[in-house]
């Protein structure tokens, strides 16, 4: 099993930014080789923004690309998202993610609110 403590979300005005973490803890961590981010906006799937493995190859999606940055920290089992030049669009909550020996496991989420 996988514990997360998520941070970061909020209320952001358009075009401002947020930062958001998650840190990963269990002992299925020691077996990570990806971490993300997906969101939900209300009504819709939840989809994938950007996944960061081990060796550091980064995926985003294409809504996102040139906005978002992922990065890692292996050692402490964290992940960020740093958020520039947000969109009303945005408005979703975001959930950190991890792939391991055990499967994929979900943090809880963080609400992200973009809006003047």
């Known amino acids: 099993q996988a514990q997360f403590v998520e941070s970061g979300g909020g209320l952001a005005q358009p075009g401002g930014s947020l930062r958001l973490s998650c840190v990963a803890s269990?002992?299925?961590?020691?077996?990570?080789?990806?971490m993300g981010w997906y969101r939900q906006a209300p009504g819709q799937q939840r989809e994938v923004i950007a996944t960061?493995?081990?060796?550091?190859?980064?995926n985003y999606a294409d809504s996102v690309k040139g906005r978002f940055t992922i990065s890692r920290d292996n050692a402490k089992n964290t992940v960020y998202l740093f958020m520039n030049s947000l969109k009303p669009e945005y408005t979703a909550r975001y959930y950190c993610?991890?792939?391991?020996?055990?499967?994929?496991?979900w943090g809880q989420g963080t609400q992200v609110t973009v809006s003047s």
């Open positions: 993610t991890i792939l391991s020996l055990g499967g994929r496991s």
């Open positions: 269990g002992s299925i961590t020691s077996s990570i080789y990806k």
């Open positions: 960061m493995s081990s060796d550091g190859t980064t």
